[in-house]
């Protein structure tokens, strides 16, 4: 049996001459509003409000961002514009001297304690802070043999 597989399933259909359903929509919205705009409101002050507006109706229609439709930036914005943000501060560490330390040398190293029992959090935290854990020198490895 043979069967057929639908092809270019991503490319919309073409319905009102060149334009998609979704452009004919945006672009339809965008005139009729600017022709609402022009019956209501003297002609310099819908040109003025109008313009922006269908602009926007051309850009949602037409204007593609990195391959993706403009309807997709204008909802980003929206949903970042109205969900809370966390804003995460960063403190500067400062270069403290301790008693009995010249200035100039840096502090030494502090041990820091094993936090778990499982080995592999203790080396990923090892390497995280840079820890070198049980350094082996070429003389102790001799001196064992």
């Known amino acids: 049996m043979r069967f057929q597989v639908p ?27 600017a022709a609402i705009l022009f019956i209501i409101l003297p002609k310099f002050l819908a040109i003025i409000i109008s313009l922006p507006i269908v602009i926007f109706a051309a850009a949602l229609a037409f204007y593609k961002m990195n391959d993706k439709p403009f309807i997709n930036v204008v909802e980003a914005f929206v949903k970042y514009a109205l969900t809370n943000k966390l804003y995460i501060w960063k403190k500067e560490e400062k270069t403290a ?3 009995g330390t010249a200035e100039g040398k840096p502090l030494e190293q502090v041990y820091v304690p094993k936090l778990s029992e499982s080995k592999l959090k203790e080396l990923s935290w090892s390497l995280d802070i840079k820890e070198n854990q049980n350094p082996i020198t070429p003389n102790d490895s001799e001196s064992s043999v």
Do not use: C, R, W
Request: aromatic content about 16%; cysteine-free; glycine content about 14%.
């Open 7 to 33: 092809q270019f399933i991503e490319v919309e259909d073409k319905i009102f001459g060149p334009l998609t359903f979704k452009q004919f929509i945006y672009v339809a919205g965008g005139v009729g509003i």
């Open 97 to 99: 001297t301790a008693k």
